[in-house]
């Protein structure tokens, strides 16, 4: 089991910046990548950003550029730095952790990410 906890969401200004994090606890030596997905009101859930446990990461193409995601020294935490944030960005955020035994997707409550015109 691993249990993942956001924070760092709010309301901003477009232009403005947020960062996200998310710790990992329980059986944490399973993780292999972690990330963040978005879903947006009456749009399905996507993909944002992954990073694996070797630092390899994966962005959307709508956020390359403006987002950058990180791992904490632990391993357990991962971050996002959120720049030049724009209205479509809006959305709830959610954190994932990726197990690989057993092979299990796990998913943090969200945080709400809005962003003002």
């Known amino acids: 089991q691993v249990q993942l906890v956001e924070s760092g969401g709010g309301l901003v200004q477009a232009g403005g910046s947020l960062r996200l994090s998310c710790a990992a606890s329980g059986s944490i030596f399973s993780i292999n990548a972690m990330g963040w997905y978005r879903q947006a009101p009456g749009k399905q859930r996507e993909l944002v950003a992954t990073?694996?446990?070797?630092?390899?990461?994966n962005y959307a193409d709508s956020v390359k550029g403006r987002f950058t995601i990180s791992r904490g020294n632990a391993k357990n935490t991962v971050y996002m730095e959120m720049n030049s944030l724009k209205p479509e960005d809006t959305a709830v955020y959610y954190c994932?952790?990726?197990?690989?035994?057993?092979?299990?997707?796990?998913w943090g409550q969200g945080t709400q990410v809005t962003v003002s015109s």
């Open positions: 990073i694996t446990s070797s630092g390899t990461t």
């Open positions: 994932n952790a990726d197990l690989v035994v057993p092979p299990y997707r796990y």
